[in-house]
T-cell receptor, first 112, second 111 residues
């Protein structure tokens, strides 16, 4: 059974903290994605990676960075969390040449 | 850039058919998807259609594509309370890693 896991379901952080969100997939997928989901805005792509150590900016990369040191793991980093980064964060992966994305359960991040 | 639009909310009675509509702007779209998100969960692919198809049926689900009008719909027959979820329309092109999602339609099924 294919699986994308995210390190936390719920996270509460303070403004200015550095936040790491981890995502792991066990399907040997080349492509991994980070989205944020907000009411009325749907899913917006933050960053994606098509290979180890490769990354591409999505539609809203400001305030975020990513790391892909191993194929199965894609990390989203908030260098200095702000209240407008309170959101649901969804990780996804898909294989090369295959557009079906498999999603993790999401991390609901609250920044106080 | 690419844009995918769908209405925010749909309410139907249990046993009725639900039709969720979506429009997209990218004429180069080759894959069109419907994803389902149940409360507290990530998205799960429900079905997809290639741009060279008009219709695809899978049990209670029927997807219709009008490529000329760039209009996609998802029909759920005999809607059940377990179908209550947010449904996302999405599109991408052949060989393109990025997928553009709509904002999601929340389907409420009234018993």
């Amino acid at each position: 059974d294919v699986k994308v896991t995210q390190s936390s379901r719920y996270l509460v952080k303070r403004t200015g903290e550095k936040v790491f969100l981890e995502c792991v997939q066990d399907m040997d997928h080349e492509n991994m994605f980070w989205y944020r989901q907000d009411p009325g805005l749907g899913l917006r792509l933050i960053y994606f990676s098509y290979d180890v150590k490769m990354k591409e900016k999505g539609d809203i990369p400001e305030g975020y960075s990513v790391s892909r040191e191993k194929k199965e793991r894609f990390s989203l980093i908030l260098e200095s969390a702000s209240t407008n980064q309170t959101s649901m964060y969804l990780c996804a992966s898909c294989g090369a040449g295959n557009n079906e994305q498999f999603f993790g359960p999401g991390t609901r991040l609250t920044v106080l | 850039g690419e844009d995918v639009e769908q209405s925010l909310f749909l309410s139907v009675r249990e046993g009725d058919s639900s039709v969720i509509n979506c429009t997209y702007t990218d004429s180069s779209s080759t894959y069109l998807y419907w994803y389902k998100q149940e409360p507290g969960a990530g998205l799960q692919l429900l079905t997809y259609i290639f741009s060279n198809m008009d219709m695809k049926q899978d049990q209670r689900l029927t997807v219709l594509l009008n490529k000329k009008d760039k209009h996609l719909s998802l029909r759920i027959a005999d809607t059940q309370t377990g179908d209550s979820a947010i449904y996302f329309c999405a599109e991408t092109r052949e060989g393109y890693q990025k997928v553009t999602f709509g904002i999601g339609t929340k389907l409420q099924v009234i018993p």
